[in-house]
């Protein structure tokens, strides 16, 4: 019989750096590679490891390191990849993805690999440890697989073409280990593969330890907010999932934390452990982290610099200087006083121009008409370095889960209406505890847009409410929703090996 062989954490050794019984990054630790059918897992020690490998992959940069909160905004109307930088996410920005293109094949490829750590773990048959660890241990990695299959399913799934919902075509859900190396699955429907997440969550929240608290791994709050997310984005399909989105958001917020306050907004995303609205975080150090590769390069001038803002349209969004979010700390046109193009002043809300040295001198006069356009419009307060956790899930996520859901369908209003309210007092100045005094979709979306920005939401929510997309640099033309490029190829080596189906329009 063919020996599996199975990378636990995908590295060889772990230094001592990088593991770290306080932080609980990768603490638990096995060899680098393990015949397990000669070895199999045995011990609490041995799941931990092996779901420790799961988190691990997850924060790979074409997983949560990076790519996937990419794809998600450069294919929305807040950003795009511009050109002239490092020529990233031009073929994503501008949905120019052909099934031979690494971005598609590098995230499929990374996320069923997570997915394997989790069915391992899921599998075994742990003979020694204390009973509430292994049970937490199934339970994360319950969660980690049904997490990574809605991933999945919202990057490469058909259920945007032609507007076919839960009766389009999926993606193969994996529950075996060693299963896809057996290439004996297939794609299912977007609804089969919603219930088998509803499943895995379910059964997650049957095991987890209640009283874990550990924000870098799956807790009890964790699982549920994941379960809201998951509701939302079905919701759009069948409007009975909101109820569920609602009732699981509630129970997520009971669980503690908070929306953070104005004083802390801005530091918060800076901070390199999880602050008092952490839900879900993946681990990053000094060490373990995508370097080169990682968000804030993707963001930052002085990194790679190719994801910036589509500027009229965040401006206009923004436009109110009295929201800590629309604060130069967090975004705007490249606010330099000096860079290798010259000197700048600021006119106006995030208006700049560019002076010429009479105008330095104070010879001449800045006629404010004069727009600075050298420059873009840029992400500064979110993914600020490379060694910062990747914030996967926020209080303030379950806040407008819960809010939304509450407007779809008609019941709580009273409960979020006060919630949104909460969040205005957090983000405006003056903490106005009753700026909004009626409910509606409109404020709810755009208030959810606000707090999300530049955090992987964008595309998605466009598509739950089925809006075209925006006319950017690289999609000239727009997209609009039920095109067949809304969804991802299927990698070209997955079909070449599985035979599974491709979608529509490659």
């Given at each position: 019989?063919?020996?599996?062989?199975?990378?636990?954490?995908?590295?060889?050794?772990?230094?001592?750096?990088?593991?770290?019984?306080?932080?609980?990054?990768?603490?638990?630790?096995?060899?680098?590679?393990?015949?397990?059918?000669?070895?199999?897992?045995?011990?609490?020690?041995?799941?931990?490891a092996t779901v420790s490998g799961a988190y691990y992959?997850?924060?790979?940069?074409?997983?949560?390191?990076?790519?996937?909160?990419?794809?998600?905004?450069?294919?929305?109307?807040?950003?795009?990849?511009?050109?002239?930088?490092?020529?990233?996410?031009?073929?994503?920005?501008?949905?120019?993805?052909?099934?031979?293109?690494?971005?598609?094949?590098?995230?499929?490829?990374?996320?069923?690999?997570?997915?394997?750590?989790?069915?391992?773990?899921?599998?075994?048959?742990?003979?020694?440890?204390?009973?509430?660890?292994?049970?937490?241990?199934?339970?994360?990695?319950?969660?980690?697989?049904?997490?990574?299959?809605?991933?999945?399913?919202?990057?490469?799934?058909?259920?945007?073409?032609?507007?076919?919902?839960?009766?389009?075509?999926?993606?193969?859900?994996?529950?075996?280990?060693?299963?896809?190396?057996?290439?004996?699955?297939?794609?299912?429907?977007?609804?089969?593969?919603?219930?088998?997440?509803?499943?895995?969550?379910?059964?997650?929240?049957?095991?987890?330890?209640?009283?874990?608290?550990?924000?870098?791994?799956?807790?009890?709050?964790?699982?549920?907010?994941?379960?809201?997310?998951?509701?939302?984005?079905?919701?759009?399909?069948?409007?009975?999932?909101?109820?569920?989105?609602?009732?699981?958001?509630?129970?997520?917020?009971?669980?503690?934390?908070?929306?953070?306050?104005?004083?802390?907004?801005?530091?918060?995303?800076?901070?390199?452990?999880?602050?008092?609205?952490?839900?879900?975080?993946?681990?990053?150090?000094?060490?373990?982290?995508?370097?080169?590769?990682?968000?804030?390069?993707?963001?930052?001038?002085?990194?790679?610099?190719?994801?910036?803002?589509?500027?009229?349209?965040?401006?206009?969004?923004?436009?109110?200087?009295?929201?800590?979010?629309?604060?130069?700390?967090?975004?705007?046109?490249?606010?330099?006083?000096?860079?290798?193009?010259?000197?700048?002043?600021?006119?106006?809300?995030?208006?700049?121009?560019?002076?010429?040295?009479?105008?330095?001198?104070?010879?001449?006069?800045?006629?404010?008409?004069?727009?600075?356009?050298?420059?873009?419009?840029?992400?500064?307060?979110?993914?600020t370095g490379m060694s910062a956790n990747i914030k996967?899930?926020?209080?303030?996520?379950?806040?407008?889960?819960?809010?939304?859901?509450?407007?779809?369908?008609?019941?709580?209003?009273?409960?979020?209406?006060?919630?949104?309210?909460?969040?205005?007092?957090e983000r405006y100045l003056g903490n106005p505890t009753?700026?909004?005094?009626?409910?509606?979709?409109?404020?709810?979306?755009?208030?959810?847009?606000?707090?999300?920005?530049?955090?992987?939401?964008?595309?998605?929510?466009?598509?739950?409410?089925?809006?075209?997309?925006?006319?950017?640099?690289?999609?000239?033309?727009?997209?609009?929703?039920?095109?067949?490029?809304?969804?991802?190829?299927?990698?070209?080596?997955?079909?070449?090996?599985?035979?599974?189906?491709?979608?529509?329009?490659?």
């Amino acid at each position: 019989m063919k020996k599996i062989i199975f990378s636990i954490l995908a590295v060889a050794l772990l230094s001592s750096g990088l593991t770290s019984c306080s932080d609980d990054r990768l603490d638990a630790t096995l060899e680098g590679a393990r015949d397990i059918e000669a070895k199999p897992l045995e011990t609490a020690t041995d799941l931990r490891a092996t779901v420790s490998g799961a988190y691990y992959r997850m924060v790979n940069a074409t997983y949560y390191g990076r790519d996937i909160i990419i794809f998600s905004e450069v294919r929305g109307d807040n950003a795009y990849a511009a050109a002239g930088f490092s020529n990233r996410f031009q073929n994503v920005s501008g949905f120019n993805l052909t099934p031979t293109h690494a971005y598609p094949a590098d995230t499929w490829k990374k996320i069923y690999e997570v997915i394997s750590s989790a069915n391992l773990a899921i599998g075994s048959d742990i003979k020694s440890g204390n009973e509430t660890e292994i049970k937490q241990g199934k339970a994360e990695a319950y969660a980690i697989r049904a997490l990574a299959h809605f991933d999945l399913l919202r990057i490469y799934g058909q259920q945007y073409v032609d507007d076919l919902g839960l009766n389009a075509v999926g993606v193969p859900y994996i529950t075996r280990f060693g299963e896809l190396d057996a290439k004996n699955y297939k794609r299912i429907s977007v609804k089969e593969v919603r219930d088998n997440i509803y499943k895995d969550l379910d059964e997650a929240l049957k095991l987890v330890d209640k009283n874990a608290s550990n924000k870098k791994r799956f807790t009890q709050q964790a699982i549920y907010g994941v379960k809201s997310r998951v509701a939302m984005f079905f919701g759009a399909f069948d409007a009975a999932d909101y109820s569920i989105a609602m009732e699981s958001a509630k129970t997520a917020m009971d669980l503690g934390g908070s929306i953070i306050q104005r004083s802390a907004y801005i530091a918060s995303f800076r901070a390199e452990e999880p602050q008092s609205n952490a839900v879900f975080e993946l681990a990053q150090d000094n060490i373990n982290n995508p370097g080169n590769n990682s968000l804030y390069t993707i963001f930052a001038y002085v990194g790679y610099g190719d994801v910036v803002g589509l500027g009229e349209n965040l401006q206009e969004l923004f436009e109110d200087e009295t929201d800590i979010r629309s604060s130069l700390e967090m975004q705007g046109y490249n606010n330099l006083a000096q860079n290798d193009k010259g000197n700048y002043k600021k006119i106006g809300t995030n208006k700049y121009i560019k002076l010429t040295k009479e105008e330095l001198d104070g010879d001449v006069a800045v006629d404010p008409s004069i727009r600075y356009n050298l420059e873009h419009y840029r992400n500064f307060g979110k993914y600020t370095g490379m060694s910062a956790n990747i914030k996967v899930m926020r209080y303030e996520e379950l806040v407008f889960n819960f809010i939304e859901a509450a407007v779809r369908t008609h019941t709580e209003e009273g409960v979020a209406l006060n919630l949104l309210n909460k969040v205005a007092a957090e983000r405006y100045l003056g903490n106005p505890t009753a700026k909004y005094t009626a409910l509606t979709l409109e404020d709810v979306l755009t208030e959810r847009r606000k707090e999300l920005v530049f955090e992987g939401f964008r595309f998605e929510d466009q598509m739950r409410n089925k809006e075209n997309l925006a006319i950017t640099p690289q999609a000239t033309k727009g997209v609009k929703y039920g095109e067949a490029k809304l969804a991802f190829p299927i990698p070209r080596n997955e079909i070449n090996a599985s035979k599974i189906d491709q979608n529509k329009g490659y």
